[in-house]
Structures are given as C-alpha cells and as structure tokens.
Nanobody, 122 residues
C-alpha cells in the first residue's frame, strides 16, 4: 500500500559530499516521521537523522554538524545532505517513513526503503 524508494548513493572520497533522496508513494494522507538509518558492515542498523512533519530534526552525535535532513510534506520526500564524509560513514543507508496515515483510513503504518550504498574511501 505504501512504498519507499531511496537513491543517491555512490562512492566518494573522504571529505566529499553526497545527497540522498527518498520518496514515499501510495495512498498517503500524511507521514509523522521520516528518517534515515544506516547499517555498516558488522554493525546494527542505527538511526542517523529524523525529522517530524512539524518541528526540528534530530541527529546522531556522529553526524551532527555534517549532515542535514529535510523534507517536503506535500511531496512525501526526504533528503539527507552529507558533507565532510568520513570512511566511518560507509554503510547502506535506508529511508524510513513512520506514523503513516493513508487516504483509505489506515493509520500508524510504517515502511522501509531497500537501501542505497554509500562508500567513502580514504
């Protein structure tokens, strides 16, 4: 009923920048929180940044000052602008939509994207 697709991953050198984009589609009326997670090799999936429909964004300590999350509520999109990338940022990045209310009346649904790989080389 709801699909989430992210794009923009790739390979960059340390210190470089990259922008990830995500679009949620389907019969969506609203989305409470949109977020970016990542999973590095050998590690658990972790929250990178999140942003509610109304209010300020929240960031993991490891990316504060370097990453910026933004969203367009009308288009159900969210972006993650990543600057000053480090090798430690290498991971598969996932887009997550939470607290979805559909146009057909379903409430509090959630959906995950398939992930996009970000590789930061030294």
């Amino acid at each position: 009923q709801v699909q989430v697709v992210e794009s923009g991953g790739g390979r960059v050198q340390a210190g470089g920048s990259l922008r990830l984009s995500c679009t949620a589609s389907g019969s969506i009326f609203s989305i409470n929180i949109m977020a970016w997670y990542r999973q590095a090799p050998g590690k658990q999936r972790e929250l990178v940044a999140s942003i509610p429909a109304l209010g300020s964004a929240d960031y993991a300590d490891s990316v504060k000052g370097r990453f910026t999350i933004s969203r367009d509520n009308a288009k159900n999109t969210v972006e993650l602008k990543m600057n000053s990338l480090k090798p430690e940022d290498t991971a598969v990045y996932y887009c997550h939509a939470d607290g979805i209310v559909t146009s057909t009346g379903s409430r509090y649904l959630e959906a995950w994207g398939q992930g996009t790989l970000v590789t930061v080389s030294s």
